[in-house]
């Protein structure tokens, strides 16, 4: 089946425009007045969402799905077409394609699936059709499975469309298959696939809807656990009881407490810090003898365990995240520390660092060897990283012509002197020094992210400067310091609002979105940059609880 049957067959919505090839990147209609011309009024009652894309799912968030509502731990979406990334992240509307490969691949996952779960049958259908007869408990199965499918009760387009399923299956076959075909069938849809929005339209704020119950449930759900609503949200929904921020806030507060939390706070930093790139991270070995390609995979388990016990674990903020002199290690981590009578087992526990050399992610391993050569370090390279990622101050590319290749290894020669040269050469000088006197301030650590005192047999001169940022502009020396500078940077915070944002809304922050953004800003600044704080405050914007009123079907 090609894509243009697999939307024929399954009833693609008018409401939805989806082509192979392209995004599914339109409103759900067309939005009633221009979204981010009007004027902005932070004032509590004028109300701005900004855009609202269509959402399909991620490979991510397919798996968590599917284990949610099929109890499936295959990970089945790990071998669809990777999912692409832009503004830093794979979530982005604009760019999740569908393409006739990845159709291929849900109705392949799709067949597997159910015809897993029909192996399960009286676990999986809660009724007995011998004792209330087939076509009553596949008329039950229908409505409860599909309700948590498609997060919402079903409407009558999607009743039929499953019912027509089950009656022909089960004419042809058997009730088991016909509940296989049911399953099958919800998997493929749309209604499965994406999360369509459409709102209620408010009286008071023209040309705005507010999200139904539903909609705000799987926002929520998604955003927090990039799942499908549990049967407590759900339940909620049923009671229309999300219809204020406060009830929506409460929801949030219960669902950070659950262990799916912990998935979104890991897909988020592994993103953010670029950390899915270190398998790319190899080493000399004739340099680094030490360096194993598995330590790739320590370096980001050791990272996300460290976040992940910050944000969730201690109920940490933005400063503890840059500045900790601590980390999370294992038998594997503390043998690449050098650490003797620490953790011998699999599992991550809490070991204190020396606080002259480490502070949180700005000296974690996984950075520091991610923003380095195979060979040397790389000034550029880490200043890139902190201005972009940290600061939101994204770098010009070089000119069209220019080669770019790091200074050769020079015996006798400091990185930071082979260096020199982009500071002295015009072509090079404007972008370079924002970028390489903050990488300056990092030589104290190796390729690998191991603490060092010399490079090529001298002292490592590990002073550093920060210009052209808002407030971390000045001089530094060493990473601990640079991690302080930062973990008290109203600009680094502000940037950190904008990552979760993008993350959050599938889209950066437009103008539309300031009223939100400065909403998002002060209340993370009132709880003291406690990260659990800003999770919560997304779902309380303008943003996140409403969309520019549509028309369906035009």
């Not at 981010?36 to 009652?45: A, E, F």
């Not at 009558?156 to 299956?169: E, P, Q």
């Not at 999370?328 to 043998?335: G, K, T, Y």
Request: hydrophobic letters at 40%; proline letters at 8%.
């Amino acid at each position: 089946m090609n894509a243009n049957t697999w939307r024929r067959w399954f009833g693609l919505p008018a409401i939805v425009v989806v082509s192979a090839g392209a995004a599914c990147v339109g409103e759900i209609g067309d939005p009633i007045g221009t979204p981010g011309v009007q004027p902005l009024v932070c004032n509590g009652t004028t109300i701005s969402p900004g855009d609202a894309p269509v959402r399909r799912m991620t490979q991510f968030e397919y798996n968590n799905t599917v284990r949610d509502l099929l109890g499936d731990t295959t990970q089945p979406a790990s071998s669809f077409p990777p999912d692409e990334v832009a503004n830093g992240f794979n979530n982005q509307a604009a760019t999740l394609v569908v393409t006739d490969l990845l159709v291929q691949s849900y109705m392949t996952a799709a067949e597997a699936l159910a015809a897993t779960a029909a192996t399960n049958l009286d676990t999986l259908v809660g009724c007995d059709p011998t004792a209330i007869g087939a076509a009553a408990c596949g008329a039950q199965f229908i409505q409860s499975f599909g309700k948590r499918a498609f997060r919402r009760p079903l409407d009558a387009d999607s009743t039929a469309l499953l019912t027509g399923v089950f009656t022909y299956a089960l004419a042809q076959w058997d009730f088991p298959t016909a509940i296989q075909l049911v399953i099958q069938t919800a998997l493929e849809s749309p209604r499965f696939l994406y999360r369509l929005e459409i709102g209620l339209p408010d009286p008071s704020a023209p040309g705005v809807s507010k999200l139904d119950p539903y909609e705000v449930a799987s926002r929520l759900s998604f955003l927090l656990w990039g799942s499908m609503p549990d049967a407590t949200l759900m339940a909620a929904a049923d009671a229309d009881a999300l219809g204020t921020p406060a009830l929506v806030s409460a929801q949030a507060q219960r669902m950070l407490k659950d262990p799916k939390a912990r998935d979104v706070i890991q897909n988020f930093h592994d993103q953010w810090l670029q950390l899915d790139q270190l398998a790319t991270a190899s080493k000399d070995t004739t340099l680094y003898p030490s360096y194993t390609p598995s330590l790739e995979a320590t370096w980001k388990a050791e990272t996300l365990a460290f976040v992940t016990d910050v944000v969730i674990d201690q109920h940490g903020d933005l400063g503890t995240l840059l500045s900790a002199p601590y980390t999370m290690m294992n038998a594997s981590v503390a043998a690449f520390y050098g650490i003797s009578g620490g953790p011998t087992g699999s599992a991550f526990v809490h070991v204190d660092l020396d606080p002259t050399q480490r502070a949180g992610l700005v000296t974690q391993p996984s950075v520091l060897a991610l923003t380095a050569h195979s060979n040397e370090t790389s000034p550029t390279l880490r200043g890139k990283f902190i201005r972009e990622q940290l600061l939101c101050e994204p770098v010009q590319p070089p000119p069209p012509g220019i080669v770019i290749a790091p200074p050769p290894v020079t015996p006798g020669a400091t990185t930071r002197q082979q260096y020199s040269e982009h500071s002295t050469d015009p072509y090079c000088a404007k972008c370079h020094n924002l970028m390489d006197p903050i990488g300056f301030g990092l030589e104290s650590y190796d390729p690998l992210g191991l603490w060092r005192s010399t490079d090529q047999g001298l002292p490592v001169d590990a002073s550093g400067d920060i210009t052209g940022s808002k407030d971390a502009n000045g001089t530094f020396v060493g990473g601990v310091a640079l991690a302080k500078r930062l973990a008290t940077s109203n600009e680094v915070r502000a940037c950190v609002v904008a990552q979760w944002f993008t993350y959050a809304q599938g889209r950066p922050a437009a103008s539309a979105d300031a009223c939100s953004t400065v909403q998002l800003q002060a209340a993370f600044a009132a709880a003291n940059y406690d990260i659990q704080a800003l999770l919560i405050a997304l779902s309380q914007t303008d943003a996140f609880l409403y969309r520019n009123t549509v028309v369906p079907g035009m």
